[in-house]
């Protein structure tokens, strides 16, 4: 094993621990909107698409290197846009949770 | 210039993670969308100067671009909130479809004999990639109801299934130990398309969330081994990152569901309609039907209302109609209160958002745990396009594909009122005990027009 496939792995095996991690409490309201801002971040691909696509130099990789740019752009680009809209849907929450405590102490 | 390059790919990484922590919290969950984005900048930002364009490169990359944002941006802008899974499923399979082909274009440029190191990755990234694309193009068609949401299965399935992937087991050899030539790599993505539909095919339409949530997984991991492939840090980091989380988002959506993955993912097998025999028996039950006036005094003079909200009521926009009901009733004393379940509309978390978007007061919104010891002091449920998630043959039938399944005691209330178009059955396709209960009351019609009416007659009542 090089050096730096020992160094990627190291860090492979610490972001499993942190992505199980960091979303373990998180409230079945927030699943689908966590779905969709994860689904969002792996559009990282994006950064590995454009450099294929950069050094593209003959006609089956320009259109490989094409289609991956595209599809990569549009999950990117979606995937933070809608999960942005659902979210605002849940901005008028904080203001209804004021009243919470009134309703309990009756 | 490098290390400044690995700097900012760290920061992005850093960003990664905190905007997931902020997402896992109402509260914050905007702003950890923001703080993902800016992490997605600074990477781009970070990859734009390490371009080093040949000829058609910078065009491609331009138009790429564009076309990609626009499509994006028009996809999410434009889709309704009840389609929500589906345009994430489609988002997902884009991601899917990039990472395979960033793995197909790297081997084309390695030639024949890559590397263990760059062919590992590769073929990996292939084929899971490839599994994600088709399998989220499937998930999306059956969600968008372009076709059936019935599981498909066929005599001979898993024999099927089982060659498709000792096939692509063949072709991975090929590729890694024999020669890696276009028609070997190539192959083997056609063949991981085929896997992609031919797994998802026999899943129900209702455990679609599921499956995009794993395809999701799918997607990171092999986002993460393009970055092996790339020897890009940000890519294996945020690649693994959501394949970690979206592997136990996809476990807690499960077990909201009641049921094991395998049971999710493989419960189909095996079974070619087993259900529909006793399905059949139960025509011809009368169910119990009432005037619109009948009910609005039912309900204008209850003390306690449950309402359960399901996907009808999305599908026939009739979130605010039904707060504007709800606002009603409370005026006139009655305690209204709403049971959220947690599969409620298509994915969990999908119901909490469509009723946020018609304002209603988030104190009304009670999840299954905290409102089930309720349901026997209610005077009315009022259940609006929901079925499945109050069906008792989910507590009673063992054979029932539901079984097992935590569900909303709706049957313990006092009466029971059914806003349905039809008797047909819910999204699981299963014939429900509970409409053709004597203390039940069916309305039928589209949820927003009964509900327009029923506020019309309780504001005479």
Same mark, same amino acid.
């Given at each position: 094993?090089?050096n730096?496939?020992?160094n990627e792995?190291?860090?492979f095996?610490?972001?499993?621990?942190?992505g199980i991690?960091v979303?373990?409490?998180v409230p079945t309201?927030?699943?689908?909107?966590l779905m969709?801002?994860?689904?969002a971040i792996?559009?990282?691909?994006?950064?590995?698409a454009?450099?294929?696509?950069?050094?593209a130099?003959?006609p089956?990789?320009v259109?490989?290197?094409?289609?991956a740019?595209?599809?990569a752009t549009?999950?990117?680009v979606?995937g933070?846009?809608v999960?942005d809209?659902m979210l605002?849907?849940f901005?008028g929450?904080?203001?209804?949770k004021?009243p919470?405590?009134?309703?309990?102490?009756k | 210039?490098?290390?400044?390059?690995a700097?900012?790919?760290l920061?992005a990484?850093?960003?990664?993670?905190?905007g997931?922590?902020q997402l @896992?919290?109402?509260?914050?969950?905007?702003?950890?969308?923001y703080?993902?984005?800016a992490?997605?900048v600074?990477?781009?930002?970070?990859t734009?100067?390490?371009?080093?364009?040949?000829g058609a490169?910078?065009?491609i990359?331009l138009?790429?671009?564009i076309?990609?944002?626009?499509?994006?941006?028009?996809?999410?802008r434009?889709v309704k909130?009840?389609?929500i899974?589906?345009?994430?499923?489609?988002?997902?399979?884009?991601?899917g479809?990039?990472?395979? $082909?960033?793995?197909? +274009?790297?081997?084309?440029?390695?030639?024949s004999?890559?590397?263990?190191?760059e062919?590992?990755?590769?073929?990996f990234?292939?084929? *899971?990639?490839?599994v994600?694309? +088709?399998?989220?193009?499937?998930a999306?068609a059956?969600?968008?109801e372009?076709?059936?949401?019935?599981?498909i299965?066929y005599?001979?399935?898993? $024999? !099927?299934?089982g060659?498709?992937a000792?096939?692509?087991i063949?072709f991975?050899?090929?590729?890694l130990a024999?020669?890696s030539?276009?028609?070997s790599f190539?192959s083997?993505?056609v063949?991981?398309? *085929?896997?992609g539909v031919?797994?998802?095919?026999?899943i129900?339409?209702?455990?679609m969330?599921?499956?995009i949530?794993?395809?999701?997984?799918?997607t990171g991991l092999?986002?993460?081994a %393009?970055?092996?492939?790339l020897?890009?840090f940000?890519?294996?980091?945020?690649?693994?990152l959501?394949?970690? @989380?979206? @592997?136990?988002l996809?476990?807690?959506? @499960?077990?909201?569901?009641?049921?094991s993955l395998?049971?999710?993912l493989f419960g189909?097998f095996?079974?070619v309609?087993?259900?529909?025999?006793a399905?059949?028996?139960?025509e011809g039950?009368?169910?119990r039907?009432s005037s619109?006036e009948?009910?609005?005094t039912?309900l204008a003079?209850s003390?306690r209302?449950? *309402?359960?909200p399901?996907y009808?009521?999305a599908?026939?926009?009739a979130?605010h109609?039904?707060?504007?009901?709800?606002?009603?009733l409370?005026?006139?004393?009655?305690?209204?209160?709403?049971?959220i379940?947690?599969v409620?509309?298509?994915m969990p978390g999908?119901m909490?958002v469509?009723?946020?978007?018609?304002n209603?007061p988030?104190?009304q919104?009670?999840e299954?745990d905290?409102?089930?010891?309720?349901f026997k002091?209610?005077?009315?449920?009022l259940?609006v396009g929901?079925n499945d998630? !109050?069906?008792?043959a989910?507590?009673?039938t063992p054979?029932s594909p539901?079984?097992g399944m935590?569900?909303l005691?709706?049957?313990?209330?006092?009466?029971?009122?059914?806003l349905?178009?039809s008797?047909r059955?819910?999204f699981a396709?299963?014939d429900?005990d509970?409409?053709?209960?004597?203390?039940?009351?069916?309305?039928f019609?589209?949820?927003?027009? %009964?509900?327009t009416?029923?506020?019309?007659?309780?504001?005479?009542?």
């Amino acid at each position: 094993m090089t050096n730096e496939l020992l160094n990627e792995f190291t860090f492979f095996v610490l972001a499993v621990f942190v992505g199980i991690e960091v979303i373990s409490k998180v409230p079945t309201m927030l699943h689908t909107p966590l779905m969709s801002g994860t689904n969002a971040i792996h559009g990282i691909i994006l950064v590995g698409a454009l450099l294929i696509a950069a050094g593209a130099n003959s006609p089956v990789t320009v259109i490989l290197g094409f289609l991956a740019v595209v599809l990569a752009t549009t999950n990117v680009v979606g995937g933070f846009v809608v999960t942005d809209r659902m979210l605002e849907m849940f901005k008028g929450r904080q203001a209804a949770k004021a009243p919470e405590p009134a309703t309990k102490s009756k | 210039m490098t290390t400044v390059y690995a700097l900012a790919y760290l920061l992005a990484a850093v960003l990664f993670i905190l905007g997931l922590k902020q997402l @896992s919290s109402p509260r914050t969950a905007r702003n950890g969308n923001y703080t993902a984005a800016a992490g997605m900048v600074i990477a781009l930002g970070a990859t734009l100067p390490q371009l080093h364009f040949t000829g058609a490169g910078g065009i491609i990359v331009l138009i790429g671009v564009i076309v990609g944002a626009g499509v994006g941006t028009f996809g999410a802008r434009q889709v309704k909130m009840t389609a929500i899974p589906q345009m994430v499923a489609l988002f997902n399979g884009a991601g899917g479809g990039a990472a395979a $082909l960033v793995a197909v +274009s790297e081997l084309i440029k390695f030639g024949s004999h890559p590397p263990i190191n760059e062919a590992l990755p590769s073929v990996f990234s292939i084929v *899971i990639g490839s599994v994600s694309f +088709s399998g989220s193009l499937i998930a999306f068609a059956k969600l968008q109801e372009l076709m059936t949401g019935t599981p498909i299965t066929y005599p001979g399935q898993q $024999l !099927v299934n089982g060659l498709i992937a000792a096939a692509i087991i063949g072709f991975v050899i090929a590729v890694l130990a024999i020669a890696s030539i276009p028609f070997s790599f190539l192959s083997l993505m056609v063949l991981a398309l *085929i896997l992609g539909v031919a797994f998802v095919l026999p899943i129900g339409g209702a455990d679609m969330p599921v499956v995009i949530s794993l395809l999701n997984a799918f997607t990171g991991l092999a986002v993460a081994a %393009s970055g092996f492939l790339l020897n890009n840090f940000a890519l294996i980091v945020a690649g693994t990152l959501v394949g970690a @989380s979206g @592997s136990l988002l996809t476990k807690l959506m @499960s077990d909201a569901m009641g049921r094991s993955l395998g049971n999710v993912l493989f419960g189909a097998f095996g079974q070619v309609r087993a259900t529909a025999g006793a399905a059949a028996g139960k025509e011809g039950r009368s169910v119990r039907t009432s005037s619109i006036e009948d009910l609005a005094t039912l309900l204008a003079y209850s003390r306690r209302v449950i *309402i359960v909200p399901g996907y009808g009521l999305a599908v026939a926009q009739a979130q605010h109609a039904v707060r504007e009901l709800a606002d009603l009733l409370e005026k006139k004393g009655v305690e209204v209160n709403y049971a959220i379940h947690p599969v409620a509309g298509r994915m969990p978390g999908h119901m909490n958002v469509l009723l946020a978007e018609a304002n209603v007061p988030y104190e009304q919104l009670k999840e299954m745990d905290e409102i089930n010891d309720d349901f026997k002091d209610a005077d009315v449920v009022l259940v609006v396009g929901a079925n499945d998630v !109050v069906n008792p043959a989910a507590r009673n039938t063992p054979g029932s594909p539901i079984y097992g399944m935590p569900i909303l005691n709706a049957d313990q209330a006092k009466n029971i009122v059914f806003l349905k178009r039809s008797m047909r059955p819910g999204f699981a396709g299963i014939d429900n005990d509970l409409l053709y209960d004597p203390k039940t009351i069916m309305l039928f019609g589209d949820a927003k027009d %009964s509900l327009t009416k029923l506020v019309n007659a309780v504001k005479a009542a």
